[in-house]
């Protein structure tokens, strides 16, 4: 990541956005459900559980942002660590964690970090923010017992081209993170599997209540042009 820019990303995102910062701090704090894109966000969510080990299991949340995906893993009954390499997100988590048992967080750069060894850990939507992803993965196999599991849910293929505007304004990273990229930098950092997963928020929504409904939407499935197309983002499950 542009590391200065994502740890002022409050700021930026109001000076250049053109919007206060309570306004800014109000849409993160209630995040998932301030966002248009809240159904996406919890259809992610639901898959990511049903891959998880059972709680309760000590997880890691990397990269965190404003805590929503914490305090829903908590609630789940996980021991969980949230880190974020802005102070004032993990001040706005804290924030929207308060009451909520189990879950702590820290001010860290997840490309280089020691918190000690977890069951699990979730990288959502913010390894493609990375300077190095490399050096991220080879940290989160680290700080992972064996037999650990590292879930991530990453933009796939064409993300870095339709954030370039995204990227200029607000001086994040913004890279491609396709599952076959992330699966070599897991072999690479010593993870001994390596599974992916059809991400169900990427598959478009069709009417199927006919049988011929039905096999013409398996026959696009089947289609390599169609995988491009609505596949190139995976759910990439790793274990250690």
Not at 28 to 45: C, F, M, T
Not at 212 to 217: G, P, Q
Request: proline share 5%.
């Amino acid at each position: 990541m542009a590391k200065k820019d994502e740890i002022e990303y409050i700021s930026n995102l109001s000076s250049m956005g053109g919007k206060s910062v309570e306004d800014v701090i109000w849409y993160h704090k209630n995040k998932p459900w301030s966002d248009e894109g809240r159904a996406r966000y919890l259809v992610d969510i639901a898959q990511i559980l049903q891959l998880l080990p059972p709680p309760p299991a000590k997880l890691l949340d990397v990269g965190m942002g404003s805590g929503w995906t914490s305090k829903i893993f908590a609630e789940c009954g996980y021991t969980v660590l949230g880190m974020d390499i802005a102070p004032d997100m993990v001040a706005m988590a804290r924030d929207v964690c308060a009451g909520v048992e189990n879950v702590e967080f820290a001010v860290a750069d997840f490309e280089n970090f020691s918190f000690g060894e977890f069951d699990c850990a979730v990288i959502y939507d913010s390894l493609h923010h990375a300077d190095s992803p490399e050096k991220t993965i080879k940290s989160v196999y680290l700080n992972l017992k064996k037999e650990g599991v590292l879930i991530t849910a990453e933009p796939g293929r064409g993300h870095k081209i339709a954030s370039r505007k995204i990227s200029r304004l607000y001086g994040t990273t913004e890279n491609d993170m396709t599952p076959r990229f992330q699966k070599k930098m897991m072999v690479s950092a010593g993870f001994r599997s390596v599974i992916t997963y059809s991400r169900l928020r990427m598959l478009p929504f069709f009417n199927s209540s006919s049988d011929a409904l039905r096999r013409l939407h398996a026959w696009l499935y089947s289609l390599p042009l169609f995988g491009l197309m609505f596949g190139s983002s995976r759910i990439v499950v790793a274990k250690k």
